[in-house]
């Protein structure tokens, strides 16, 4: 992974000297553990200035005093430089801009948009010599098409998820409160080799299912309610999703199959839009006019679905006013729902990542079944 590493920090640094900076000071966690492997809380990297008379160009890694109790991800690239941030309580990114300085930059490119204004003037009076210029979003820019290696750590976060999922719905869940599934399917995700859950896992029963962003409650599961379950696995800082709606009893009623059928044709429309060179707005389109056809536009939601990697929510967005157009490599949800205020609804959730035809078109990660299962 060394090898990974450096090429990432060799695109970056060729990204902002042409922009005319001579360093880079990266401090957004998901970027630094991105660049270099690692992400001690509170750290930042500094990508020194080029090779030249009398200095090397050694990256560094600052963190607090005691670095390696606080690691989150692997261990930093050996090709890093890892140092203590002198005082304790210490600013990584104020004392990077006073190292790039005393390398003998003269600019220094930083993400303006990870920084506070307090932060970035604490960075211009450490060195105020030093032009500081925005970094913008070139990291997240670089992180959006994956290589194998991060497609594959999805592919295992995936795998993951569903198990647990699937251990979950052999059990009995009438009469257990939201909450306590939810606690379950946490423990089931940890149980077969996640870190942890990518996201608070969402559990909706009855009139709660299909509520965007649902927090579990004490309410009971019952015969005849919507069951909608999202979760995903956190597998070396990888993060996909897969969401699902079911019917508890022995048959759904016909309202409810009509919601479902409706809910899953949106989903597939969306799926089958993901190609290379599609806008990120087609994708939207192609899922939210089957469910505006029928008549239930104001209950989609903002967008059809997002990015995936080492944040749960990354670009690209796939919303009506995103801009831009998909690539090759690129793990992306579709995810539309429908909630029908004191009923409840559906959501459908896939991590798939975007492929070109002659590979077989999009690759789907999460493979629980999408039938309309009464359980």
Known sequence: MSEVYAARRTRLRERFAAAGSEAALVSRSANVRYLCGAAPHGSALLLMPEPGPGRDAVDLLLCPPDPAAEL???HPDEEVRLVAVPAVGGDAAVAGAGMAAEAGAGSL???????????????????????????????????????????AALRIAAE???????????????GRTERHLALELDRRLIDHGATGPAFPTIVGSGPHAG?????????????????CICLGANYRGYRCEVGRTFVIGTSPADWQIELYELVFAAQRAGREALQPGVEYREVDR????????????????????????????????????AMGKLDACVPVTVEPGVHLPGRGGVRIDDTLVVRPEADGGPELLTITTKELLAL
């Open 109 to 151: 490119a930083v993400e303006e948009h990870d920084l506070s204004v307090a932060r970035h003037r604490a960075l211009a009076a450490a060195a105020p010599r030093l032009r500081l210029t925005d970094l913008d979003c070139a990291v997240e820019q670089q992180r959006v098409v994956k290589d194998e290696s991060e497609i």
């Open 160 to 174: 993951i998820s569903d198990q647990a999922l699937g251990e979950l719905l052999e059990s009995i869940l009438v």
């Open 211 to 227: 509520r965007a962003g649902h927090i579990p409650t004490d309410r009971r599961v019952e015969e005849g309610d919507f069951l």
């Open 72 to 74: 989150v991800g692997d």
């Open 286 to 321: 192609a899922a939210r006019q089957v469910l505006e056809a029928a008549g239930h536009g104001e209950g989609f939601g903002a967008r059809t679905g997002h990015g995936v990697g080492l944040e749960r929510d990354e670009e690209p967005r796939l919303a009506p006013s």
